[in-house]
């Protein structure tokens, strides 16, 4: 699984976690990893550009552009090269790959030859962010059509799996991702199933089933059904449990839901301090 691995960096300290990460994935899963960094074309063109030309009293384009394009070849350069160094140190394969373009839709380009993508929570910009998700990082992930790992403000192994069970078709899908990664990573698993009181035998019935074959593939499990908010249980259970790494399921790609994420799985995002891995149905 996740054979090809796309990283996104922007040389911010949340993009270099999210490189940890990959670096760690990777060595598990004998992945090749393509690093990318975009150049977003707004730096270069636009109302940006004549502020800046007005501010100067000068036409933007004659010179301001192509030395504006150098420095972006240069920070790309350097920042591909140090995100690459890791990858060297352990033995992992990668590639790096600099674009100049719309952020987003570059990004949702290169994942189409990619198995899951890794990104950072917050981006280069984070201490103007008070904390919120990165507005790139959030649309990236409403977007996209493959796996997700939002990664966190600091890295930690992973040791124990928690993942949000509702019995939905992206939620099995994320059961499935879940007892795979937990073979290969050796870990330990908690399959969670929040609910109401009224839907409560539905959801044990559920979960029992989910619990049932991580059983059958001998995997360390345990099933856990609680009452309340979804995302403030999966939250406060993955801090109890000391969880590092939650998986959910997150809707699909379609005309309709391209810019609409499940709830839960946005409040989750917005306020796990360990990475999510969100699956498609």
Known sequence: MYKRILLCTDGSPAADVAAEYAVWLARHLGSQVQVLYVTDVRILEGPLMADIAGAFGAQPYPGLIPRLQEIQREKAATILAATGKRFEQASVPFTTLHQTGKLVSLILDREKEADVVVIGQRGEHAEW??????SSVERV?????????VTPGQARPVSHILIAYDDSPSARNALETTLTLASKLKTEITILAACHRETEETASRALQEAHAEATKRNLPA???LVHGDAAQQIINQAIALQAQL??????????IR??????????????????VLLVRP
């Open 129 to 134: 962010t008070n904390g919120m998700l990165g």
């Open 141 to 149: 992930v409403r977007a996209s059509i493959k796996p997700c790992i």
């Open 222 to 224: 345990r099933a856990q």
């Open 246 to 255: 939650i998986v959910m399921g997150a809707y699909g790609h379609n005309r």
């Open 258 to 275: 391209e810019w609409i994420l499940g709830s839960t799985t946005s409040q989750v995002l917005h306020r796990a301090g360990v990475p």
